[in-house]
């Protein structure tokens, strides 16, 4: 078998108004404290997707020491973020929901209730296992469920990112893409129906839904905090979806990417234009964002969901004493030690 192409997922973007105000939310509530950058710069390369016009921005990637990926909270400074124009319904083309994962799912759900002023839905039996659903204060789903993959759990209630749920027009020529994207990635279920779990204003309505899995293998510098990769599909059957982003920005409000973790973007490159998904904008060589760099690279799932690779070159260890990590000269593929992943947790923000 050939070497993975994608260690885990990064982080999932999302779009907002106020990068601070966000962050808080999710820092206080969902556990993600540790910031690798936050800075503010112009979006040069991504103008494919902003109007045409260079626009600036605010992007914050924070992470949650518990394991899984991170976020990506983002905010245009040179205009105000849009939100959809319509209600997002479950099965729309595009993100539409983050699931964070959860040592004890029903502690969790106890943290949620108690720690957040938004509406959350109750414990709920899955397709597989135990969950349920939640808003954040900007109408973003998510869901909260349970994964056999963890960095370290100490004082956490809900970890980082196990995965998102897709909205797509076909789910059969989406889980094609994301398996060739994935290699190796297995259907965990594949089921259609109604579903009493799923958070839909629109009663007896018909989805199918396929969750597909790529476990962790031990690929990359940060595969041991990533874990395993969760993305669930799901396929309205009584309704034409629309489009979340249509007539939209990327980096207006809501989900504007899911982001790999990339370990050859050359090869992967070469793979995915062979099969006929072709990069939209790859920055080609590294790309500084504050104390960190990497090579970045975008594509459209076949419903025209962004999917963001970044191949990592140098990223802060621990900001305060000045260590950074140049990965190029390490190698990529090479896990980093558990305790060197652990000092990034030094960089914590604590709210008083």
């Known amino acids: 078998m050939s070497a993975p192409l994608i260690s885990g997922i990064q982080q999932v ?7 601070p105000e966000t962050w808080k939310w999710y820092r206080q509530v969902l556990g993600f404290d540790v910031p690798i950058f ?7 390369l991504m103008t494919p997707y902003t109007g045409g016009k260079v626009q600036s921005r605010q992007a914050a990637l924070v992470i949650n020491m518990a394991g ?31 699931r964070f994962k959860a040592p004890d799912v029903k502690k969790a759900h106890e943290w949620v209730k108690s720690h957040s002023k938004e509406a959350t839905g109750p414990l709920s039996k899955l397709p597989e296992g135990e969950g349920f659903w939640g808003t954040d204060p900007y109408g ?31 789910i059969d020529k989406a ?4 398996q060739n994207l994935l290699q190796p990635l297995h259907v965990v279920y594949d089921k259609t129906g109604v579903f009493e779990d799923l958070p839909t204003s629109i009663p007896g309505q018909r989805f199918r839904r396929m969750l597909l899995r790529k476990n962790f293998t031990p690929d990359g510098a940060f595969s041991r905090l990533l874990g395993d990769v969760q993305i669930e599909l799901v396929q309205a059957l009584d309704r034409t979806p629309k489009k979340i982003f249509e007539n939209r920005y990327w980096g207006d409000c809501g989900y504007i990417h899911l982001c790999f973790d990339t370990l050859d973007m050359d090869a992967l490159k070469t793979k995915l234009q062979a099969q006929g998904y072709p990069f939209t904008i790859d920055s080609e060589s590294s790309f500084g964002m504050e104390n960190a760099a990497g090579r970045f690279a975008y594509l459209e799932d076949p419903d025209g969901t962004l999917i963001e690779l970044v191949e990592t070159h140098k990223v802060p260890i621990l900001k305060k004493l000045g260590w950074f990590l140049d990965l190029q000269k390490r190698g990529l593929r090479k896990p980093l030690p558990n305790w060197m992943l652990k000092a990034m947790g030094l960089n914590k923000v604590k709210d008083k």
Not at 74 to 98: H, M
Not at 146 to 168: C, E, L, Y
């Open 13 to 19: 973007g999302i779009g907002c108004q106020n990068v």
């Open 68 to 98: 899984g990926g991170g976020l990506e909270i983002w905010s245009f400074t040179s205009r105000v973020s849009q939100p959809a124009n319509f209600k997002v319904e479950l099965g729309d083309l595009g993100i539409n929901a983050i």
């Open 140 to 170: 973003n789903v998510f869901q909260v469920t349970s994964d056999a993959t963890w960095f370290q759990t100490k004082g956490k209630n809900v970890g980082g990112v196990a995965g998102v749920v897709i909205g797509v027009s076909d």
């Open 38 to 44: 936050d800075e503010k710069a112009d979006a040069p």
């Open 175 to 178: 889980a094609v893409f994301y």
